[in-house]
């Protein structure tokens, strides 16, 4: 459950994201491909090499997904909802990877914004992933 308080700091924190949001989407799924090489299985059909215009493409498209997660704060799931169905009656993506993701995209932020990425960014953003990977997942059951 986001409290007012992480609300006001997620939000703050993607307008540092925000001019960079294209590139951040993309490092955080080269990271994800590279660091946890099982999620490539998802993306058979994708050119996963480095500098792979798809990932290009498909990372602007993740990123632009959690900014509008974050412009729906008080309804994430609704916000969500087709992408929700998307992940589980077809693509079946096992919901544990959705962890992978976020940490590889929590790295982008720490390794971008440094100091300004604050352990309270870090521990709100972290609640806004799960609440976000949460509603990827709820329609699995
Ligand atoms: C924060 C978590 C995630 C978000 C916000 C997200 C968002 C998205 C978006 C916006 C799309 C494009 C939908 C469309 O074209 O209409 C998509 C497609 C897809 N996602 Fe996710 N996703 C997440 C996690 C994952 C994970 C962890 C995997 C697998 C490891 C995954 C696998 C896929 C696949 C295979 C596609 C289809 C790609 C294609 O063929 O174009 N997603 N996702």
Redesign the pocket.
């Known amino acids: 459950m986001l409290t007012a308080d992480d609300k006001k700091i997620i939000a703050q924190l993607w307008e540092k994201v925000a001019g960079h949001q294209d590139e951040f989407g993309n490092e955080a799924l080269q990271r994800?491909f590279v660091t946890?090489p099982q999620?490539k299985?998802?993306?058979p059909?994708?050119d996963l090499h480095p500098g792979s215009e798809?990932v290009r493409s498909?990372g602007k498209?993740?990123a632009?997904?959690?900014g509008n997660?974050v412009k729906s704060l008080d309804n994430i799931s609704q916000a969500?909802s087709?992408?929700s169905n998307?992940?589980a009656y077809n693509?079946r993506?096992?919901p544990a990877?959705?962890k992978?993701?976020?940490q590889c995209?929590q790295v982008v932020l720490a390794v971008h914004l440094g100091k300004d990425y604050t352990p309270e960014m870090h521990a709100a953003f972290d609640k806004f992933?799960s609440a976000?990977?949460a509603v990827?997942a709820e329609k699995y059951r």
């Open positions: 994800m946890y999620t299985t998802y993306f059909h994708f798809q498909h498209k993740v632009a997904a959690l997660a969500l087709e992408l998307l992940h693509l993506v096992d990877n959705f992978l993701l976020s995209f992933l976000v990977a990827l």
